[in-house]
């Protein structure tokens, strides 16, 4: 044997230990692994190996043994296809980012001039949050840093973000060294309630905020102190140790500060029930649901973004109007925290004992024979050696991955083989989430099942920003690839602190069309729709899936993917009209669009845009007369009038300066001229 080639996932174990056996030997293989012949790098150890990598390095060496021009051409395919995938930069990014009201946007901030560390939990992403965290450590080893680090630090105190989960796994341990060493830090242990990151379990033991504070007293905490939204709750017959203080969450800052100033351990536990909890509770009957609500009046918003700097939530979204970018509360996602209200802005608006509408005025309703004259298009099949290949891109928690599992289980019924790898990570939280999923006549057909780059079959994006980033339109293939594309614009978490935060809209449109095969891009604003059409946002991707598969992008039946929603068993009337809807759409967009613009209050008012300037002006003279009077209205349009004038006379003059060479000098004077 000349060469052996070993791929293993991360550290390698097998190639080691076959030098090791080799070693000495004549005529011993030459063995690559992690690295090639002359010492570069081959299969790394971090991160995820791509398939298509591993077969280039693989095409490469079997063709200098065996010279094959299918197999060279094939090599060479993906060696450009892994290229384009290197120089291809994301166009936006869709960051993961707090719940809507979770207890973290209040609890992880820190008073000036403080430092914290960061810890494993939800509570992490305060690092790319204006928080002044940085720095983690491995899952219970919070502190253990700032033990090593503080003898040579010029600081005298950081505070260490604790998740109650982790505390209750083995953190608690951390927390006594913290004490033994007796460097000064605070332990900020956050607790939500439930094991919040992986899923909402119940604590092991029933963990309560009075045994954490017994349990910290009796390791030597000098300081202890309860923050929490509802200070009311915890009696002094509790049996606090003595010097224990319960605050409520609008004095954390007082509270910290103090804090940072005690000698040795100290603890501030901040007690708040995770903002996801709370929702699954309500919807079960077991957490209480305030009967009020908060609304945006956006004629007096002003669009200054101060309620998003004090609450850090994502429930606020901009709304762009007729008088400039508003605010507007998100109430789909809105969890009732009410830290918006903590902004210094009279625009706000508690709403009590109203609801929310199941569906909105003149909402459609449809059945079945809506689509019995619907020509079904032409599938794609499954006869070639290779699987199919779908790419469905999205924003976690908006049920991405259960249009995938539809997928899967409706291929299943089919009698088809399939595959599915869900790419979620931190995507829960408003980050970005993809399903990888491979479809063929033959489940032995199914190699690999991670789309890489250039063999997507088909790409569903269910939020634009997913859909642009590199790993997404690198997979996709100008030759190959049907894209379809919600175009309705979610905004990430950094709008919450930038108040002029845009996304690229028009750039994202340009770069994932041309990832298509002519004619094969589709863009909709299916949110839009589906919110019009079934009164919740959530339908919109399975709206998607029915766009995409009258598109002919899905090689399965409509018959079989809408039994597999109904096995789904989970709101299936509205998935299995979203998914109708989608198909109708995608034969006469046109037609739904129009079903869907009907005409309502908000639509005659400020949230359409004028046309031209001269509309413009005049919408906004008869506000203003509406607003005082016709007297102030006129002096306002004189105003303009003159402005206009004064704006045509320069450009007169710029184009006669044009005209003699540039040479002649621009001079305004009298009132015509000045502005």
């Known amino acids: 044997m000349e060469e052996v080639v070993v791929v293993e996932e991360k550290r390698d174990l097998i190639e080691s230990r076959m030098r090791e056996i080799l070693y000495g030997r004549t005529d011993a293989p030459v063995i690559v692994g992690k690295r090639d012949e002359e010492g570069r790098w081959l299969f790394p150890a971090k991160g995820a190996l791509e398939a298509n990598d591993i077969a280039v390095a693989i095409g490469e060496r079997v063709s200098k043994f065996s010279p094959n021009e299918e197999l060279i051409a094939r090599t060479r395919h993906l060696a450009e296809a892994q290229e384009i995938l290197r120089k291809t930069e994301d166009v936006a990014v869709r960051t993961p980012y707090f719940c809507a009201g979770c207890p973290h946007n209040s609890s992880t901030q820190v008073s000036e001039g403080s430092r914290a560390y960061a810890g494993i939990g939800c509570h992490f992403m305060a690092q790319w949050m204006d928080r002044n965290t940085e720095g983690y450590t491995q899952m219970s080893g919070e502190g253990a840093n700032w033990v ?81 939204d509802e200070p009311g709750k915890y ?114 608006v508690t709403v009590e004992g109203a609801e929310l509408r199941k569906k909105p005025v003149g909402a459609v309703e449809m059945d079945g024979s809506d689509i019995s004259g619907l020509a079904a298009p032409e599938l794609p099949t499954l006869d070639g050696p290779g699987s199919y290949a779908i790419l469905l891109t999205g924003v976690g928690g908006t049920g991405v991955v259960t249009v995938g599992a539809v997928l899967g289980m409706a291929a299943h019924l089919g009698g088809k083989g399939t595959g599915i790898i869900d790419m979620a990570g931190l995507a829960q939280r408003g980050g970005a989430v993809t399903s990888h999923i491979r479809i063929a006549g033959d489940p032995d057909a199914i190699n690999s099942i991670r789309v890489g780059a250039g063999v997507a079959d088909l790409v569903i994006g269910c939020d634009i920003v997913v859909a642009g980033s590199a790993k997404v339109l690198s997979a996709a293939d100008p030759e190959r690839s049907t894209i379809v594309v919600n175009t309705h614009e979610i905004y990430p978490g950094s709008f919450t602190h930038d108040a002029d935060f845009l996304l690229p809209g028009r750039r994202l449109i340009h770069a994932i069309g041309q990832r ?22 959530i339908a919109a991707n399975m709206f998607m899936l029915g766009y995409a598969w009258q598109a002919g992008g899905v090689p399965l039946s409509a018959e079989a993917i809408e039994q597999a929603i109904e096995m789904n068993g989970v709101a299936v009337s509205m998935n299995r009209d979203a998914f109708r809807w989608g198909r109708l759409a995608a034969a006469d967009h046109e037609k739904v669009e129009a079903l869907t613009a009907r005409p309502t209050a908000k639509a005659q008012g400020t949230a359409r845009i004028s046309e031209n300037l001269e509309e413009m002006i005049e919408r906004r003279t008869r506000f203003l007369v509406d607003y005082h009077d016709a007297t102030y209205a006129q002096g306002y349009a004189d105003r303009l009038s003159k402005l206009r004038q004064a704006e045509e006379w320069g450009r007169a003059r710029l184009h006669s300066a044009e005209r003699d060479g540039g040479a002649q000098s621009l001079q305004a004077d009298g009132d015509q001229g000045r502005i």
């Open 235 to 348: 009696l002094p017959s509790i049996g606090w140790r003595k010097g224990t203080t319960i605050h409520h969450r609008d004095e954390l800052l007082d509270v910290e500060r103090e804090l940072s100033g005690v000698e040795g351990l100290s603890i501030l536990i901040y007690d708040q029930t995770c903002a996801a909890e709370k929702r699954r509770r309500r919807e079960r009957g077991t957490f209480p649901d305030p009967d009020k609500r908060v609304v945006i009046n956006e004629l007096v918003c002003e669009g200054c973004g101060d309620c998003g700097v004090k609450s850090n939530c994502v429930a606020i979204q901009p709304l762009e109007t007729e008088f400039g970018r508003k605010r507007q509360i998100d109430q789909s996602t809105c969890n009732k925290d009410f830290s918006c209200l903590k902004g210094f802005c009279p625009s706000f």
């Open 516 to 537: 298509a095969r002519p004619g094969a891009s589709h863009f909709v604003e299916a949110t839009k729709i589906a919110t019009a059409l079934m009164g919740d946002a």
């Open 148 to 228: 090593g680090e503080a003898p040579f630090s010029i600081r005298d105190h950081v505070f260490q973000n604790l998740g109650d989960g982790t505390y209750n796994r083995s953190g608690y341990l951390a927390i006594r060294a913290a004490a033994a060493s007796r460097v000064n830090v605070t332990y900020k242990i956050l607790y939500n309630d439930a094991v919040a990151m992986t899923g909402g379990q119940p604590h092991d033991g029933g963990l309560s905020v009075p045994q954490i504070a017994a349990q910290v007293a009796g390791e030597g905490a000098n300081r202890i102190a309860i923050v929490t």
